[in-house]
């Protein structure tokens, strides 16, 4: 079964510093990988994905995700992080056929002055 | 433009009461989902729907029902709610499969089940 994993509940990094957000997936074949972001009170919203071709994706409000396939992992990253960055984060992959997608369990970003 | 659009934002039921959630979007998406959110557990779906007329079970879909009548709707129902019930509850919309393209999600609505 195609899945995602976030292994980390919180990443707390101070503002200026770059930051790593960390996914790693299950999927058989070619993966299909997403990135979400949520804002307090509101809705997620889409950020990037990886379908095939380059392994670094480049995404709303300057996030970037590296793919590694050799590592199975799809890294949410950005070089220099914002307070306004502050928010929960989710990868997700599609799943039955394609036509849903699963998330992972989210991962909680707190950028600090 | 209002995308999704989901009534109401917040909602206190007692245990056994029924109540439908609302889901409307205006951009004539095909596919539609409903998740619904617990901390820590990330976003479990519901049921979605790939066209008017067609639905399909999602990873929890006991205790929920839903119809898919016209292409913009795709209400969400509780028939006797339980605590169990208590969280937050997400609708989305794409135009084409999910595996091929982003979701819109609407705001959510609380809902909490006493």
């Known amino acids: ?113 | 433009n209002a995308g999704v659009t989901q009534t109401p934002k917040f909602r206190i039921l007692k245990i056994g009461q029924s109540m439908t959630l609302q889901c409307t979007q205006d951009m004539n998406h095909n596919y539609m989902y409903w998740y619904r959110q617990d901390p820590g557990m990330g976003l479990k779906l519901i049921y979605y729907s790939v066209g008017a007329g067609i639905t399909d079970k999602g990873e929890v879909p006991n205790g929920y029902n839903v119809s898919r009548s016209t292409t913009e709707d795709f209400p969400l129902r509780l028939e006797l709610a339980a605590p169990s019930q208590t969280s937050v509850y997400f609708c989305a919309s794409s135009y084409v499969r999910g595996a091929n393209e982003k979701l819109f999600f609407g705001s959510g609505t609380q809902l909490s089940v006493l």
């Open chain 1, 1 to 113: 079964a195609q899945s995602v994993a976030q292994p980390e509940d919180q990443v707390n990094v101070a503002e200026g510093n770059p930051l790593t957000v960390k996914c790693t997936y299950s999927v058989s074949g070619n993966p299909y990988l997403f990135w979400y972001v949520q804002y307090p009170n509101r809705g997620l919203q889409f950020l990037l994905k990886y379908i095939t071709g380059d392994n670094l994706v480049k995404g709303s409000y300057g996030f970037e995700a590296e793919f590694n396939k050799s590592q199975t992992s799809f890294h949410l990253k950005k070089p220099s992080a914002l307070v306004s960055d502050s928010a929960l984060y989710f990868c997700a992959v599609p799943t039955g056929g394609g036509n849903k997608l699963t998330f992972g369990t989210g991962t909680q970003l707190k950028v600090e002055l």
